[in-house]
């Protein structure tokens, strides 16, 4: 019973999310058809792509739910599948009519000048464009639906059917990227007019039936799509062997995917990119050239193409027999008392030799640093509210009134006051809660405070000039040295001097 309120619990925030999601999504549609410029145009529509990334995971959890047989009522789910679905359609009409233009006065001039066979090249490129996008977005999704689902079967072991969802999204993610990189490719060999309009469109169709139905339970997939197309010289990913590296580590590898001629899968360097760096026979030659070999072969993400064998190297021991290895292959060789001087700085990263002691400069900042905590400030060293003390005190006669007036602490009451006794109350009774009862009761006749001057000014009349930054006029000054109320005429009141804070 309690399992079924959780989940009932999380399906409620799931449909919340999706309602806040929708109006979210409406309110940036509006804004995009509303946009004055290009510029804004293109932010919004960068926006509606975040939102509809983010209902279209709400999306996969809901379908998620329909298929459970745990849930009688689906009803609901299957509502806010729609819901989402619907906007998801939208959303695909921006992509078109933003991309394509078609009833710019540019597009148009440009569509009766464009060559048709250039026209089809264009369409079908555009089409490849955006069937990879919608399949990194698919990607995106899964590898979302994987961490979510993993955190639950850490939490709850032995979920047999979070396990095997898991694998099905796996495999769906490794399907994708083996499309990606096939499109990509395609889309390079359209750019480089290496192959025809013709052979793209016999593809499209079983492209677009895998993109649409991949995720159907009875989709079967033509596993033959790319035969008739020449991609033989297609690079393939190499797998690390080495026991670092598990299988999860490969999945992790990021899927974001440019639309441009990138491939989403990372292409090693070739084997004789390690194998290019002379050594000298100079001993200082040799120490630069050797650190050198030791830093570029540190670089390659676990990938060590020391032969076109595509065997896999003996690990080697050390950095250092890395690079010895690298030079032998070359057929080159340097005496190892030369070897044994090689000094590699700390900031690379790595230290194969030994560490490195600190500099004088280091070791002085980090002396500083542990002094500085030392004396950090505590959060009670802040300034504290001053309690008010009797300056003189003294003892009060009998016969005068040994308590103060009832509600004297007041702003109501310190407005009954006259304006002297405020102005004696605020310059004399400094941090006091008089003085900002005075304060207050001031503002509210009108008295604004110059933080320049340290007195209260009043206006005397409408002011002349009025800027966003200052006004100009005559105005009422109470100056504190000489006791009394002043008037001066074509003062300027900088709005920057102007105590504004409001005064609870």
């Avoid at 549609?29 to 995971?57: F, H, M, P, T, V």
């Avoid at 806010?80 to 078609?102: D, H, P, S, W, Y």
Wanted: proline share 6%; glycine share 2%.
């Amino acid at each position: 019973m309690a399992d079924k309120r959780k989940l009932q619990g999380e399906i409620d925030r799931c449909l919340k999310k999706v309602a806040e999601g929708v109006e979210q999504f409406e309110d940036i549609w509006k804004k995009l058809y509303n946009a004055a410029n290009a510029n804004q145009k293109e932010k919004y529509e960068s926006d509606l792509k975040k939102e509809i990334k983010k209902l279209q995971r709400l999306r996969d959890q809901i379908k998620t739910w329909v298929a459970s047989s745990e849930i009688k009522d689906k009803r609901q789910l299957v509502e806010n599948r729609k819901l989402i679905e619907t906007q998801m359609e939208r959303f695909k009409i921006v992509e078109r009519e933003t991309k394509t233009k078609a009833y710019s006065k540019e597009g148009l001039g440009l569509a009766q000048k464009v060559d048709p066979a250039q026209k089809e090249k264009e369409e079908v490129g555009q089409w490849l464009a955006n069937t990879i996008d919608t399949l990194n977005m698919q990607v995106d999704q899964f590898e979302s639906e994987v961490e979510s689902l993993s955190v639950q079967t850490k939490k709850k072991k032995g979920d047999k059917e979070k396990q095997d969802r898991i694998e099905e999204l796996k495999r769906m993610i490794e399907r994708h990227r083996y499309h990606i990189l096939m499109l990509e490719s395609i889309l390079r060999m359209l750019d480089n007019d290496s192959i025809q309009v013709d052979a793209i469109r016999k593809i499209k169709d079983d492209v677009e039936y895998y993109l649409d139905s991949s995720q159907d339970p009875d989709f079967e997939e033509n596993e033959f799509i790319y035969d008739d197309i020449d991609l033989e010289d297609l690079p393939q990913p190499i797998v690390p062997t080495s026991p670092g590296h598990t299988e999860d580590d490969i999945f992790q590898h990021s899927s974001s995917t440019p639309t441009s001629t990138t491939s989403s899968s990372p292409i090693p360097p070739s084997p004789a990119t390690c194998t290019t760096v002379s050594i000298s026979s100079s001993a200082t030659e040799l120490k630069f050239n050797h650190q050198l070999l030791i830093d570029h072969c540190f670089k390659v993400c676990s990938f060590f193409f020391f032969s076109h064998s595509l065997q896999p190297p003996e690990p080697p021991s050390s950095l250092k027999s890395m690079a010895e290895r690298v030079a032998q292959g070359s057929g080159l060789s340097s005496p190892q008392s030369a070897l044994s001087e090689v000094s590699i700085p700390p900031s690379l990263g790595v230290c194969p030799l030994g560490p490195v002691p600190f500099s004088k400069e280091q070791l002085y900042q980090q002396a500083m640093q542990e002094s500085a905590w030392t004396h950090m400030p505590h959060p009670s060293d802040s300034e504290r509210i001053r309690q008010y003390l009797m300056r003189n005190p003294c003892p009060t006669l009998p016969f005068h009134q040994q308590m103060p007036p009832p509600h004297s602490d007041t702003v109501e009451f310190y407005q009954r006051l006259s304006t002297e006794t405020l102005f004696f109350i605020f310059y004399y009774l400094e941090g006091t809660k008089a003085q900002y009862l005075a304060a207050k009761a001031l503002k509210k006749q009108s008295w604004r405070f110059h933080t320049k001057y340290m007195m209260w000014f009043q206006r005397h009349e409408e002011p002349k000039t009025i800027t966003d930054e200052f006004e100009q006029g005559t105005y009422i000054y109470f100056d504190y040295e000489k006791w009394g109320q002043r008037k001066k005429e074509g003062f300027t009141f900088e709005y920057r001097y102007l105590e504004d804070r409001d005064l609870q």
